[in-house]
C-alpha cells in the first residue's frame, strides 16, 4: 500500500506542473480564439451601452482576462453566450464604479476664467476678485456633487435634467442639490455681511 501511495505521489509531483502549464496554455489558445471570433462584436456591444466609448477597449480586455481565470473552459457550452453574460457583468460592474464616482468640477479653473471676463476698473477688480474668493471658500465646505451642481447649473449653463445625467442621480435629487448649494452660498453671503456691519 506504501508503495503503490508513494508511486502515486512521485506521479503527481513530477506531472502537477505540466498539466498546469499545458492549462493555461490552452486556456490562453481558447480566449484567442474567441478574441479572434467575437471580439469585433464584443468592443460594438460595449461601445453601444458605454457614455465613454473610449472604455471599450479597456473593458474588452477586462472580459478576456476574465476568460484566462476560467479553470475548466471545455465545460463551456456556447462561448459567444458565455462571452457576452462576462461583458454584461464587467459593463454592470464599470456602471456601478462611474455612478460612485463623483464629477469633479476644477473649480479654481472656473474661477479663474472668471477672474479673466472682468473689467478693466481695478476696484471692481478686486471686488470680483474677493467675491470669487468667498465663493470658492463657501463650496469647499459642502460636498462634491452639491457643489459640483451649483457649478454646472450657473456656470456651465447646464439643466437640472443635465446634471443628473452627469452626477448618476435622479432629476428631484439634483434640484435638491442645486437648493441646498443655492442656500448655502446665500447663508454664507448673509454672514459675510453680518461680519462688515458694525
Known sequence: MSTF????????GTHAPR????????RQRFVSN???????????????RLRNVSDAPDLAQEVFLRLLRVEHHETIRSPEAYLFTVASHVLHQHTLRQSMTPVSVDISELFSELQLTSTDDPAANVDVAQ?????????KQLPPKIST?????RY???SIEEIGQQLG??????KT????????????????ADKDDP
Open 177 to 192: 442639490y442645486l437648493a441646498r448649494a443655492l442656500a448655502h452660498c446665500r447663508d454664507a453671503e448673509e454672514n459675510e
Open 19 to 26: 498539466t498546469r502549464i499545458l492549462s493555461k496554455d490552452l
Open 169 to 174: 442621480v435622479s432629476r428631484p435629487t439634483a
Open 5 to 12: 501511495r508513494s508511486a502515486a505521489l512521485l506521479y503527481r
Open 149 to 153: 451642481t451649483l457649478m454646472l447649473h
Open 156 to 158: 456651465a449653463g447646464f
Open 34 to 48: 474567441i478574441a479572434n471570433r467575437y471580439g469585433d462584436r464584443l468592443r460594438r456591444f460595449l461601445s453601444r
Open 131 to 139: 467675491r470669487i474668493k468667498k465663493l470658492e471658500h463657501s463650496l
